[in-house]
């Protein structure tokens, strides 16, 4: 069973840029599918951003030219480069497989605010 920690997010102007770090205890992480998912406040858990193994990549509208993800099979680690932060992208931040969705990990806060 996977077990994620997900790290990196902090307190960020508008404008700014965070890089988040997802590490995943499965040994066969790169067989995987990997997401990034974000939840704000009172409102549900959605996919952000998702990386096949042959390395495709999906962003939804709101981040497409902002946000890049990536992986780092060798380290089971997955990574999302934010930047031109604004204060809607606020939120706690998650790792999971989308095709297969795992138990949750701790997030990691991400706040945007002046």
């Known amino acids: 069973q996977a077990q994620f920690v997900e790290s990196g997010g902090g307190l960020v102007r508008p404008g700014g840029s965070l890089r988040l770090s997802c590490t995943d205890s499965f040994s066969n992480f790169q067989f995987y599918t990997m997401g990034w998912y974000r939840q704000a406040p009172g409102q549900q858990r959605d996919l952000v951003a998702h990386?096949?193994?042959?390395?495709?990549?999906m962003y939804r509208d709101s981040v497409k030219g902002r946000f890049t993800i990536s992986r780092d099979n060798a380290k089971s680690a997955l990574y999302l480069e934010m930047s031109s932060l604004q204060p809607e992208d606020t939120a706690i931040y998650y790792c999971?497989?989308?095709?297969?969705?795992?138990?949750w990990g701790q997030g990691t806060q991400v706040t945007v605010s002046s």
């Open positions: 999971n497989r989308p095709n297969s969705i795992q138990p």
């Open positions: 990386i096949t193994p042959h390395q495709t990549t």
